[in-house]
């Protein structure tokens, strides 16, 4: 694998960590090219991350490049890229993520830009970390989705690259202080599938999320 997925590994947990998304130790952080995954060592200090503390393991876990041994969620990370065929995988303690783990359910679809992430996002059961169990639930929460909230323990986004999974993970967190803030005010309404779709249909028809050029000014004929 590259030298750049590795780099591209440790840029991703230092801009994780800018943002207050990563703190010491706690998280990790992948991203598939072919047959090789570059994954977080354990125990590294993840807002300073650097290269060569970025493990290279094949699909089946065995460490190909690299002197740390990977994440204990390694289960997690590869069982994300056999079942979702993702590209990137990104598993934080964020704070409000978090905080919302400890009492929700399911984080309700009460603004459109959730439906980034898949809509309203399940929490997975709480099991030990590192452990199968763990793995199988969160897995399980993320059919349909590209995010998940982990009981009392954080929150997991994947996407096709590590651009969009570190994006995901920023906009999951948005949508936890969202959903916290309007929670104190009242009562949050939630978007009805119907408004779901309709986003979802004018999304597609307008382009959202990508820019457009002007078209150029057409001179009135005389």
Not at 7 to 32: D, F, H, K, Q, Y
Not at 97 to 122: F, M, N
Not at 147 to 159: D, E, K, R, S, V
Not at 190 to 196: E, F, H, I, M, N
């Amino acid at each position: 694998m590259p030298d750049r997925e590795r780099a591209a590994v440790a840029g991703a947990c230092r801009r994780l960590g800018a943002e207050g998304l990563l703190v010491g130790t706690a998280g990790n952080v992948s991203v598939r090219a072919g047959d090789r995954v570059a994954i977080t060592a354990t125990g590294a200090v993840l807002a300073q991350l650097t290269p060569d503390q970025v493990t290279v393991v094949d699909l089946d876990g065995t460490v190909v490049a690299g002197t740390l041994r990977p994440t204990s969620e390694l289960g997690l990370h590869l069982g994300v890229y056999r079942r979702y065929g993702a590209g990137a995988v990104v598993h934080t303690h964020a704070p409000l993520a978090t905080a919302l783990s400890c009492v929700l359910d399911e984080l309700p679809c009460i603004h459109y830009q959730l439906l980034t992430l898949g809509g309203a996002v399940r929490v997975a059961p709480y099991a030990t970390f590192g452990t199968p169990e763990l793995a199988e639930s969160v897995l399980s929460a993320l059919e349909g989705r590209s995010a998940a909230l982990m009981a009392n323990h954080g929150a997991l986004t994947h996407a096709p690259t590590l651009d969009e999974a570190v994006d995901h993970a920023l906009l999951l967190e948005w949508a936890c202080r969202l959903y916290r803030d309007a929670v104190a005010l009242g009562t949050p309404r939630v978007l009805d599938a119907r408004q779901q779709l309709d986003v979802i249909e004018a999304a597609a028809a307008r382009g959202y999320g990508t820019t457009h050029p002007v078209p150029p000014v057409q001179e009135e004929s005389r």
